[in-house]
């Protein structure tokens, strides 16, 4: 069984394996430019592994990977994520997620820059990558704040909504999305499958034209 596959919270040194991996999964698939992004994913005992600020996540090494505790906080000498706050909270609200992935992708940020109001998703066979979907036939609403520099002020934005969430995802408009699963797999399969609608998205509009209203609300 891969390593990314796994049961629940796991050691730091697999955490900070996963994470490794999955920054050179991203870098190859263009989901990773210069330092952008951050991974996490929740450890056995109770504390979280994170990148630490300022690396370049397709040639991450396993020392660019930090604890943090529940709070954010670093639990060593390293600089963590400035999104850190971000990922605690998602754990927060989510005890079944151990893996957290965002990434600043290109198909997003056009996406949100042209239409504005959450990302709409209908009718793609690869929705059904999303837990508790099993239909092409649904239309699926990812949530999507404004860009800003406030980590707080964007957390305090998404804490009455974001348990609620349709799907284990949230979009930052001109910026990326958050994604999150059980663990490092799944959250890769899911982060390909979100990146790759919106690119299908973005292909669709270029054809038809910006839709006047109802197609993004
Ligand atoms: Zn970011």
């Known amino acids: 069984m891969s390593e990314l596959i796994t049961n629940g919270p796991v050691s730091f040194e697999t955490a900070a394996r996963n994470i490794c991996e999955a920054g050179r999964i991203l870098d190859s698939k263009a989901m990773a430019p210069a330092t952008s992004g951050n991974y996490s994913m929740r450890v056995d005992d109770g504390s979280f592994a994170i990148t630490a600020s300022g690396f370049h996540k397709g040639r991450l090494i396993e020392d660019n990977v930090m604890r943090v505790d529940a709070e954010g906080k670093a639990l060593e000498p390293k600089k963590p994520s400035a999104e850190t706050l971000l990922h605690t909270q998602i754990y927060r609200h989510y005890p079944g997620a151990n893996a957290i992935l965002h990434v600043h992708s290109g198909n997003g940020v056009v996406l949100t820059r042209l239409l504005g109001g959450d990302v709409l998703l209908a009718g793609y066979e690869m929705l059904k990558v999303f837990p508790g979907v099993n239909t092409h036939e649904v239309k699926v609403r990812l949530k999507t704040v404004d860009n800003t520099q406030d980590m707080p002020a964007l957390a305090e934005l998404l804490e009455p909504e974001i348990a609620g969430l349709a799907v284990p995802v ?18 890769l399969n899911m982060c390909e499958a979100v990146d790759h609608m919106l690119g299908l998205e973005l292909q669709v509009l270029t054809f038809k034209g910006l839709p006047k209203k109802g197609f993004f609300v």
């Open 170 to 187: 949230y979009v930052i408009r001109d910026h990326g999305f958050y994604v999150w699963g059980k663990d490092m797999d799944e959250c």
